[in-house]
């Protein structure tokens, strides 16, 4: 198990987060194998969709990474169901 800073980690996230005073930001973060457990306003409430675009976002720059697309590429969204 390798140890985390959490305080130094705390920092630097108050850091990023005062870049954006009028930013309403809740961070919740658990590691159980490092036994981590960091929360910055994690008793804000967020709607579904604002909490789902973070998912959206990592599967995007992962597969930017893989080159499946370059995140400079355009992409054509129908709002079409079947």
Do not use: C, W
């Not at 961070?27 to 959206?56: C, P, Q, W, Y």
């Not at 599967?59 to 590429?73: A, I, K, N």
């Amino acid at each position: 198990m390798s140890s985390v800073n959490t305080d130094a980690l705390k920092n630097e996230i108050a850091a990023v987060l005062a870049e954006y005073p009028d930013a309403e930001v809740g961070v919740s973060i658990r590691d159980r194998s490092r036994e981590v457990t960091i929360d910055i306003n994690g008793d804000l409430v967020f709607h579904a969709a604002s909490t789902m675009k973070i998912a959206v976002m990592i599967e995007l720059y992962r597969q930017s990474v893989e080159g499946y697309f370059g995140l400079d590429d355009s992409l054509q969204i129908t709002n079409e169901f079947s």
